[in-house]
């Protein structure tokens, strides 16, 4: 149930390979149309990895609008690995760190915002995304970091502790630690 609900809007292989072939395009030609493809294919999984990090609807907003900007900006640097969520997600990561500096403050994410991400992602059910929505308010900001980059991404804990700047071992407890909270909300919700 809990994989279920962390369905992936960016999953498959051939996924993968549209939006590689999408920066690809983007640093060998004019872009626009590539850039354009790019942000339909992956918009939703950036907003929720910003609103994620960020807590903050509005700067989320303004996060995956830089993370486009830099994205036009940086693709010709682009090196081919097969995993160009890896690269995207340390775009944003950068950018929600640099927001978080400059407001120097943490915050809940209001439910509003939540509510309107979950809403918008057409590849989550209606039941799916009400257990998401309750499940995530139970994490501590890193674990809700590490299992959104895990379940959006597709992204090994091997790259995630690497993308993060973490060590192995703590990306895979508080990995499980957070799936053991989310198994904890979902029985409790049961009864």
Known sequence: MLMIAMTSTISSVSEMEKIENCILDIS?????DALEHLYFLTK????????????????AEDVLHDCFISIYQSAYGYVASGKPMAWIFTIT??????????RSRFSDIPEEDWDKYLQSNDHVSIQNKIVLEHCMRDLADDER????????????????????????????????????????ALKKEDR
């Not at 895979?172 to 989310?182: E, V």
């Open 93 to 102: 990561r950068n950018l929600c760190l640099t927001k978080l500096r400059a």
């Open 28 to 32: 060998q030609k004019d872009g626009h």
């Open 44 to 59: 939703d999984t950036i907003y929720g990895y910003a609103l994620s990090l960020l807590k903050n609807a509005h700067d």
């Open 145 to 184: 970091e590490i299992l959104l980059l895990h379940a959006l991404s597709g992204l090994k804990h091997r790259e995630i502790a690497e993308l993060t700047k973490r060590p192995l071992s703590t990306i895979l407890s508080k990995y499980h630690r957070a799936l053991k909270k989310m198994r904890a």
